[in-house]
């Protein structure tokens, strides 16, 4: 019984000396800015809009988006309205915007799902002044 007892006490400490030598680090993504230039050539299309309402959604992809009126197209196809991800799976991609009524520089890439999503996360929504 006290051998067993041994072996076992033996097993763990083995196992997790293991474990701690095989220590790999993990990182969370860490959102950068990018410059203006790389924005305009990673987007699919860019636009001038203004926020016009918050809306909830239950997919695989998100759960909240802004729909966006198109006040000008920078880059791109002509639209009349987007939907623009606020709220993703991604929490680094997730947007700090959209006041209703205001207007904002969107750097945009297309979803699957037919709305899109900005190509730097916060950093790719620019509020304009009033």
């Known amino acids: ?9 033996l097993a763990v400490f083995f196992v997790t000396t293991l474990a701690s030598l095989a220590y790999i680090p993990a990182y969370s993504y ?6 203006s230039k790389l ?3 990673q987007s699919e299309l ?5 926020a016009i309402r918050n809306s909830k959604t239950n997919s695989d ?14 880059k791109g196809q002509r639209k009349a309205r987007v939907d623009i991800w606020t709220e993703t799976t991604i ?5 700090d915007c959209c006041e209703i009524g205001k207007e904002y520089i969107f750097f945009l890439e297309s979803t699957p799902d037919g709305r899109f999503l900005s190509v730097n996360g916060r950093f790719g929504v620019v509020p304009l002044p009033r």
């Open 46 to 50: 860019v636009i001038i809009g203004e």
């Open 1 to 9: 019984m006290v051998l067993k007892t041994v072996k076992s006490a």
């Open 91 to 95: 929490s680094e991609q997730d947007l």
């Open 30 to 35: 860490s959102l950068q800015k990018k410059p």
């Open 61 to 74: 992809f998100g759960t909240r988006f802004v729909v966006v009126d198109v006040k000008a197209v920078l």
């Open 39 to 41: 924005l305009w050539e």
